[in-house]
């Protein structure tokens, strides 16, 4: 109940990263509670399992785990705060504001087969080649985040 909070306020980088991971989890249950399994499964795997996993291998192999973050200014608090609000205010009207109107439409019949496929695919409609090319784009990333976070500083 209160991991969303503490993900954003929690001034050790760990424990802020742990409580993302407990926020992704709770997420993955309210899909499986709407009866979206595959959508979950997606949820628990890619991001649970995947880019927390790689937050938390990030934060272990830059030695940064007994870092504290700073405290935030009153400033930017009432600043952040604002935003939240006006946030919350848009997101509100324009939920509320939308006519949503029942589909007529049949439904179709879901092909696990076909999805299967898909992800699977090299060709035109598959994921395979797009999910290598990100995966190496994360790799990437996390390599250079540990290169400018092992770089000594010059005094």
């Given amino acids: 109940m209160y991991s ?13 990263a742990v409580y993302l991971l407990f926020v992704l989890i709770s997420t993955s249950g309210l899909y499986f509670m709407l009866n979206y ?3 979950a499964a997606v949820q628990l795997t890619l991001y649970a399992g995947g880019i927390v996993v790689l937050i938390i291998f990030s934060i272990l192999l830059t030695s940064h785990i007994n870092e504290r973050m700073e405290g935030i200014e009153w400033k930017k608090a009432i600043f952040s705060a604002i935003a939240v609000v006006l946030g919350i205010v848009l997101c509100s009207t324009t939920i509320l504001q939308f006519k949503f109107n029942a589909s007529t439409i049949a439904t179709k019949e879901v092909n696990m087969d076909k999805i299967g496929r898909d992800l699977l695919g090299y060709g035109q409609g598959g994921y395979a080649l797009p999910f290598e090319v990100i995966s190496i784009l994360l790799l990437a990333a996390m390599v250079g985040a540990i290169v400018v976070a092992k770089k000594e500083k010059a005094n």
């Fill in 37 to 39: 399994q595959f959508l």
């Fill in 4 to 16: 969303p909070y503490l993900s954003v306020t929690s001034r050790r980088i760990l424990r802020a």
